[in-house]
Structure formats: structure tokens, C-alpha cells
């Protein structure tokens, strides 16, 4: 049982590159998230997806878009990368939003020069 | 901005001493979940609190959720090396998940 898995799990870009994070479940969660990670900040929701063609921003969703593309699926896109989205990127899937479990991918390590 | 604040940021420990982190809100919180992330890997949830008062044991882990369901603690008796790690608090914004800024824990052996 994979759980979460996310891809890259590196990533360098060049400022104003895009590129699209990957992301998918095999536990058939309704919900999945898209949270990054600095130093010292925690964690901070970009976009959320409470059930298959459905999407919501979070506390962060600028500069971003998300794609459920099915319930196992959830992509995070960056159309022109800024040294500002330096981060670690977390995706991660509940049963249902809020009040169960929330299970995390590996992360993605992503530099934007 | 966050719905929980948690302190302390950091807290650097010998091994065998107690550690507390706190959660606190200036609203109720239908619940509150804990995650440990170790160095350089993932959250990993640790247990969930509903209701008012609650207290559950994990081992040497006790956590805590407030009367009025405004504040939660996790406190470490005798801590070890392997409780090395962030330690986040989160909770319940309309349908998604919040997150404490979180405590870092280093255990001096």
C-alpha cells in the first residue's frame, strides 16, 4: 500500500519556468491538499479538493493551480516560478476534510533560481 | 493568518527531561490533531481530541485538549533521541486543515 505518493521529489527551476507536481492516492480519499513548508512558518494550505471535481483555495493559492483529475489524482502547477515559491510541497488526502486523519506524501523539494 | 498559535518555537532538552508544547486559539476548535515530523521526512499524525477535557496517552506522550476547547498540550516525559522532531498542533477551518506553526524539539543525549 503506497499511500500518497507525490514525483518529483527534487526539482530545480529557473525563474519564470512552470512545471506541474504530481500527486495521487490509492486509499480512495475524498479529500486531498496541497500544503508547502518554510522554515519556521509550518505548514501552509495552498489549495484543497474536498471531493473529485471540486477545488478551493487556501491560505497561500497565488501563483499556483490545481487539477483534480480524478479522485486518486491532485497536480499542483506553477505557470511561471518565483524565487518566492522556494519550498517544500506536501500533498496530502483525507477520508473527509477536517475531522479524520490526514496522511502526507514524501514531499517535493523545489528551488526556483 | 493561522488559527492556532503554538509555542514555544524551539526548545532544546537534555535526554530524560519533560517537554510541553502548546496550542492556542482565540476561538472553539471542533477538534485538534498532533503530527510529529522528523528531520528531513513528513508529518505523521499522532492522535486527534474532540472533546472538552479530553486527555490520551500515548506511551510517555500525554495530550490534552482544554475545557473550553480553545487550547491543547502535548507533554514528552523523559524524552528520548528519538523524540527529536516538529512537533505541529492542528485544526478544523471550514472544510480543510490548518496547521500550528509548530515546536522544534532537539533532545541533547
Known amino acids: 500500500n503506497a499511500g500518497v505518493t507525490q514525483t518529483p521529489k527534487f526539482q530545480v527551476l529557473k525563474t519564470g519556468q512552470s512545471m506541474t507536481l504530481q500527486c495521487a492516492q490509492d486509499?480512495?480519499?475524498?479529500?486531498m491538499y496541497w500544503y508547502r513548508q518554510d522554515p519556521g512558518m509550518g505548514l501552509r494550505l495552498i489549495y484543497y479538493?474536498?471531493?473529485?471535481?471540486?477545488?478551493d483555495k487556501g491560505e497561500v493559492p497565488n501563483g499556483y493551480n490545481v487539477s483534480r483529475l480524478n479522485k486518486r489524482e491532485f497536480s499542483l502547477r506553477l505557470e511561471s516560478a518565483a524565487p518566492s515559491q522556494t519550498s517544500v510541497y506536501f500533498c496530502?488526502?483525507?477520508?473527509?476534510?477536517?475531522?479524520?486523519?490526514?496522511?502526507f506524501g514524501e514531499g517535493s523539494w523545489l528551488t526556483v533560481v | 493568518g493561522q488559527q492556532v498559535m503554538q509555542i514555544p518555537q524551539y526548545q532544546h532538552v537534555q535526554e530524560g527531561e519533560d517537554f510541553t508544547t502548546y496550542c492556542n486559539s482565540s476561538?472553539?476548535?471542533?477538534?485538534i490533531q498532533w503530527y510529529k515530523q522528523r528531520p528531513g521526512g513528513h508529518p505523521v499524525f499522532l492522535i486527534q481530541?474532540?472533546?472538552?477535557?479530553e486527555v490520551k496517552k500515548q506511551k510517555r506522550l500525554t495530550f490534552q485538549f482544554g475545557e473550553a476547547k480553545k487550547n491543547s498540550s502535548l507533554h514528552i516525559t523523559a524524552t528520548q533521541t528519538t523524540d527529536v522532531g516538529t512537533y505541529f498542533c492542528?485544526?478544523?477551518?471550514?472544510?480543510?486543515?490548518?496547521f500550528g506553526s509548530g515546536t522544534r524539539l532537539q533532545v541533547q543525549p
Open positions: 486509499m480512495n480519499h475524498n479529500s
Open positions: 496530502a488526502s483525507t477520508v473527509e476534510g477536517g475531522l479524520d486523519t490526514i496522511y
Open positions: 479538493s474536498a471531493s473529485e471535481g471540486t477545488t
Open positions: 481530541l474532540v472533546k472538552s477535557g
Open positions: 492542528a485544526s478544523r477551518k471550514g472544510r480543510a486543515l490548518t
Open positions: 476561538t472553539t476548535l471542533s477538534n
